[in-house]
């Protein structure tokens, strides 16, 4: 029989004060979790919400979550958040009465972290002690920790970790303290992994397919091509979103727009390791190959002189939402472009996080429909086709959205060993750069709205 850590922390309340809610430290739990009990009491702000697929020690659950923003205050007093998704019902707390005192009494080590000791088994919540009403992940539990070791008592078989609200007990109950034991719980459920929900009928792996399941696959589809202007209700979100921040410089001409931004925003986390891992790689490919080395190196300098790229000052710090991108050369044979540098916004630092594409709505499909455009070709008695040389509107990114498009670039290309600058993205364009398609309804939208019309093969 064992613990599990977890702390009292105290969320901002909906009145100003603050509201004490059991906390589980679950590295396991993929992401955080609030009871929706506690919304009553909390100060939060809806996030939106999300179809998840969600396994729990009482089964597996497919349903849509409302995702939150929840406050507390750190050890400076300074105000910070937890997203988190909401679930209904309390997750069972054991208790252990009189636990701080055998640790204190019985290990043959003693630490500076036993004055801090949060007993597990304190009532002292602001919600009737029902359970645990909130689950943290590792991404979340990491902000709490103090710059102290985490402690293990190898002897009790105990795990002391440090937080900025106290230290946690975790580990196994020795027998003597087991007629204590008390569980406090709701429900036995506990939130432990979460994916994206899937349709089980849009993939089959058997070979033969009744009729009701070929209806089913049918009837979930978003986009069947048999209505007119089909879009669908994200689509339009992303639209709206397009036609509400696009601005065009009244001098130059230029339009400026904001990213098309979904619910997830907040939980893009910055992707810095993998980024600066994937290009130092990338250093290394081009070294061993110097034509693509050359190559690669003519294709930025052909963004940096044309005011497509923009260097970035690391130590002026902003709020902006910031994300690195890990680039590769794609080789073409053309005569206007040799490699273009390909963006991957799909990128992201484990299975937990969140991708660039995954915080952005995708956009309607405006690219011109291939049959429509042929029957019209052949209406008329003559024909003409042409090839316009990077014939694309450029769009400036708005600025409090250019550290969402960060990337790494080399001191010197020509040097193994060469320290790493940072680059971002100045303007969306097409043709020599592109992020994995979620932005090309940027430049396709500003064409349609400005009366201009490019084909380009």
């Known amino acids: 029989m064992s613990l599990s850590p977890t702390i009292i922390i105290p969320l901002r309340g909906s009145q100003n004060n603050s509201v004490r809610v059991r906390t589980l430290l679950d590295p396991g739990s993929g992401t955080n979790w609030i009871v929706k009990d506690l919304l009553d009491k909390v100060k939060f702000t809806k996030k939106g919400q999300e179809n998840l697929e969600v396994v729990t020690f009482s089964g597996t659950v497919k349903k849509k979550f409302q995702l939150v923003e929840v406050y507390y205050l750190d ?9 988190c998704y909401v679930y209904e019902v309390y997750t069972r707390h054991i208790t252990v009465k009189g636990m701080l005192q055998y640790i204190i009494n019985n290990a043959q080590e003693q630490s500076v972290l036993f004055k801090n000791m949060k007993d597990p088994a304190s009532s002292a ?25 985490i402690v293990h008592i190898p002897d009790l078989d105990i795990l002391l970790e440090p937080t900025i609200f106290g230290v946690t007990v975790s580990g196994s109950i020795p027998a003597c303290l087991r007629k204590h034991v008390e569980v406090v719980m709701a429900n036995n459920i506990a939130p432990v992994l979460i994916t994206d929900c899937k349709d089980p009928c849009l993939f089959m792996s058997q070979d033969s397919h009744t009729l ?46 904001r990213l098309p931004w979904n619910n997830k925003k907040y939980m893009l986390s910055d992707n810095i390791y993998v980024a600066a891992a994937r290009t130092k790689r990338q250093l290394q490919i081009m070294m061993d190959d110097r034509s693509y080395g050359e190559a690669m190196c003519s294709a930025k300098q052909e963004l940096e002189a044309g005011d497509y790229i923009e260097l970035v000052d690391t130590t002026i710090p902003n ?58 070709f052949m209406l008329g008695s003559f024909g003409a086709l042409a090839d316009i040389e990077k014939a ?33 993205q100045a303007y969306k364009f097409s043709g020599n750069f592109r992020i994995s398609g979620n932005l090309e309804v940027l430049l396709k939208s500003v064409r349609k709205s400005s009366g201009i019309f490019l084909y380009s093969s």
């Open 212 to 257: 009701q399941e070929d209806l089913m696959f049918l009837w979930g589809q978003e986009n069947l091509g048999i209505v007119p202007n089909e879009m669908h209700d994200d689509d339009r979100t992303a639209l709206d979103m397009f036609l509400d921040s696009v601005q065009r410089d009244p001098i130059t001409g230029k339009f400026t727009v």
């Open 75 to 83: 050890e400076s007093e300074i105000k910070q958040s937890l997203m």
């Open 125 to 149: 919540v602001d919600h009737k002690n029902q359970g645990i009403g909130m689950i943290l992940c590792s991404s979340s539990i990491n902000r709490l920790r103090t710059k102290e070791n």
């Open 392 to 424: 694309f509107l450029r769009i400036f990114i708005a600025e409090c959205d250019r550290d969402a498009l960060k990337f790494f670039w080399f001191e010197n290309p020509y040097d193994r060993r060469s320290k790493l600058v940072t680059y971002r």
């Open 319 to 376: 709020e902006n939402i910031k994300y690195y991108l890990p680039f590769r050369g794609v080789r073409k044979d053309s005569t206007t472009t040799t490699c273009r540098m390909v963006m991957d916004a799909s990128s992201k630092s484990s299975a937990s996080d969140i991708s660039l594409n995954q915080a952005l709505y995708q956009g309607p499909n405006l690219i011109l429909d291939l049959a429509f455009c042929l029957l019209r």
